[in-house]
């Protein structure tokens, strides 16, 4: 699986952005999807995820009520929507893929996109 990760951009706190994960390769519809971001000087951590069959999503308590992670199959493509933009949002932004059930942790994740830019100014 290919990931191609894009939507990041400058936006003021408050504001909205979304972001898009596009999909190539194998069979998409077979694979849960996540997203992380890492911030300068920390680690990795989980954001959201949405499992294969689209029926279960995640959140981190972080972003929960802001942020909507989904997905198109027919575009082999996941987003994730983001509301009431905080500076501590600012990060780069990476979708992930893995076969069967959704996870939290970024190790079960076997596919990483690129990473797209999220900066929130105060």
């Known amino acids: 699986v290919q990931l191609q990760a894009s939507g990041g951009g400058l936006v003021q706190a408050g504001g909205s952005l979304r972001l898009s994960c596009a999909a190539s390769g194998r069979t998409f519809s077979r694979y849960s999807m996540g997203w992380f971001r890492q911030a300068p000087g920390k680690e990795r951590e989980f954001v959201a995820a949405c499992n294969w069959s689209g029926g279960s999503t995640y959140y981190a308590d972080s972003v929960k009520g802001r942020f909507t992670i989904s997905r198109d199959i027919a575009k082999n493509t996941v987003y994730l929507q983001m509301h009431s933009l905080k500076p501590e949002d600012t990060a780069v932004y990476y979708c992930?893929?893995?076969?069967?059930?959704?996870?939290?942790?970024?190790?079960?994740?076997?596919?990483w996109g690129q990473g797209t830019l999220v900066t929130v100014s105060s």
């Open positions: 992930a893929a893995k076969y069967s059930v959704a996870s939290l942790s970024t190790s079960e994740y076997d596919y």
